[in-house]
């Protein structure tokens, strides 16, 4: 019989076999803050205008060049349980604001990156999270002082248009105010008189072909794809839309019809046809002039469409098939009958138009507020086209942030060295231990403009001491000058370098929140992976 052996004394002894079991600084603490960092290190490079892409293939095999942290991060897929709790709270940044993904991570990163050194002085985990907590609630409290202005007019172009502009200055460098002009017309167009603006107004259209200058904004919907029938353009367009297909309806239940000669084989054909065309002619006796279907649309139907000049368009997503009722004020009908006056839809102009080689379908309203607006983006690659996208998502989002909370803070690092400099001031005015994490904190603000000056093949430490020297001044709008030869510093609101106030506000609190969970865990456990073992590879084994 085989010896039975005992297991371990401890807490493994408690759990199954397979599991794994850390504790204690070096165990849980420091590996925790290790894996932080490495993810930190991946997303830092990408930060800012100068921001390097990342190429990412994810499981299914699909490539991502992109310095999105967001997107990065998405396709990842992180494993690591204290890691996982940084992407968490970039996500959160990203639903709540849609801007500031990697700032939030970055500076979540440095705030554990700084917390290991106090812990390898002596400090406890909680000392250093309560100093955090205290820096965060002095740094809030200090952030509505650096606000520099407002955007005063929400329908006014051109301030919109300066308030995104950095937003897609950092993913899109050199096309910032082509694409901010855009997403500024589209975004006012569809802004409602009341109630609260929806990202989800403002669709994108890619189509492969010409340069990123060629892209434009259409009040209304654009399709990948041709009519049905023969009418290409119809103006001043009632538009009936149906979830069904628009085709001779089967019966629910098997019917067996006897035909016992020829003509009574022609007489049930034409009653049929009779039937569908007396259907499509009630839609038509309505004033419908386009037919959106949802489903297949028969041939027998598109005939009878064809004969009474009506346009029809099929759509494969129920989804866009709402969008569009949602743009012409139409309501999608189940099966085929006629719309009422309050079910049928109005739209300026439907019309099939070639953009590159790609044929589409337009749904344009003329006048200037319209339910959506398409932006159609040209580019020369897929890669090109999905980056712009990414950055047009950015820009509706800051949009939307605006719509928030119209104020803005300066960029480019300088509303976080000024942070910083009255945060280490601070602290040598608190007793206790607390003093080191808050000065801490504030070093860790530090990362931003080192980071950009960094990513600009620039000297770190010559542009900290500029941005110090001036903000000792007084000079609190001063940040990091990009376009600098070398180290060097300017006025970044004069500049149209801001940030909205709410993206800063909200970054600061996820931030901390997940650097403070991470430090707070001392002990890891983790159970067997569910499952039973792998099938063996037997290389012997036929194909068969």
């Known amino acids: 019989m ?33 894996a932080c960092n490495e993810l930190t290190k991946t997303v830092k490079s990408a930060y800012g205008p100068n921001g390097m892409n ?56 440095q705030l554990l990156t700084n917390a290991e050194e106090l812990l390898r002085l002596g400090l406890s985990p909680t000392e250093v999270a309560d100093g955090y907590n205290v ?8 952030l509505p002082d650096l606000i520099c202005g407002a955007v005063k007019n929400m329908r006014d172009v051109a301030e919109v248009t300066r308030a995104i502009r950095p937003a897609i200055m950092s993913k899109q460098f050199g096309n910032e105010d082509f694409l901010a002009a855009l997403i500024a017309e589209a975004c006012i167009a569809t802004l409602p008189e009341r109630g609260v603006f929806n990202i989800d107004s403002v669709r994108v259209c890619k189509i492969l072909g010409c340069g990123v200058a060629a892209s434009s904004v259409v009040n209304g919907m654009v399709f990948k794809r041709a009519v049905e029938g023969n009418v290409a353009r119809v103006v001043g367009a009632k538009v009936a839309a149906f979830t069904c297909p628009v085709d001779i309806t089967t019966t629910e239940t098997k019917g067996t019809v006897l035909i016992k000669s020829a003509a009574e084989m022609q007489d049930f054909s034409k009653g049929e046809e009779n039937a569908l065309e007396s259907r499509i002619k009630a839609i038509v006796d309505t004033g419908v002039t386009v037919v959106v279907s949802g489903g297949k649309v028969g041939d027998m139907a598109l005939h009878f469409l064809n004969k009474y000049g009506v346009m029809v368009v099929r759509l494969l997503s129920k989804f866009e098939l709402r969008r569009l009722c949602k743009t012409i004020g139409a309501t999608a009908l189940p099966q085929l009958m006629p719309p009422t006056s309050e079910e049928m839809g109005f ?10 080689e790609t044929p589409v379908v337009v749904f344009k309203q003329d006048s200037a507020d319209s339910a959506v607006s398409t932006i159609v983006i040209r580019g020369s690659t897929d890669n090109i086209m999905d980056d712009i996208e990414r950055a047009i998502d950015d820009g509706v989002n800051t949009f939307k942030a605006y719509t928030r909370d119209p104020q803005f803070v300066p960029g480019a690092g300088a509303t976080e060295i000024e942070l910083a400099r ?3 001031a601070y602290a040598e005015t608190c007793p206790g231990l607390e003093q080191y994490a808050i000065n801490k904190f504030g070093e860790a603000l530090e990362v931003f403009p080192k980071t950009l000056a960094e990513n600009a ?11 110090y020297a001036a903000h000792q001044d007084g000079k609190k709008n001063l940040g990091f000058d990009n376009e600098a030869d070398g180290a060097g510093v300017k006025d970044v609101v004069a500049a149209g370098v801001v940030d909205p106030f709410v993206v800063k506000k909200w970054g600061l609190n996820f931030a901390v929140s997940s650097a403070v969970t991470v430090l707070q865990v001392d002990q890891i456990i983790m159970a067997k992976a569910a499952g039973g073992p ?4 037997n290389e012997a084994w036929d194909e068969d």
């Open 54 to 109: 990342k190429m990412v293939i994810n499981h299914l095999g699909k490539l991502f060049v992109t310095n999105d942290a967001a997107t990065i991060l998405k396709e990842l897929e992180v494993q690591h349980p204290a890691a996982k709790m940084l992407v968490m709270a970039s996500q959160m940044q990203e639903q709540e604001v849609g801007d500031g993904t990697n700032w939030t991570l970055v500076f979540a990163g």
């Open 534 to 537: 792998k099938p063996r590879k």
């Open 2 to 34: 085989a010896m039975h052996v005992p297991a371990a004394p401890g807490f493994s002894q408690m759990l199954k076999e397979g599991a794994k079991h850390y504790q204690g600084l070096e165990e849980a603490v420091y590996r925790n803050i290790s």
């Open 347 to 356: 739209v300026s102009q439907a019309y099939v138009d070639e953009i590159g």
């Open 457 to 467: 093949g620039v000297k770190a430490t010559e542009v900290l001491a500029l941005l």
């Open 135 to 142: 820096a965060l609630r002095k740094a809030t409290e200090m």
């Open 422 to 424: 009255r945060l280490i």
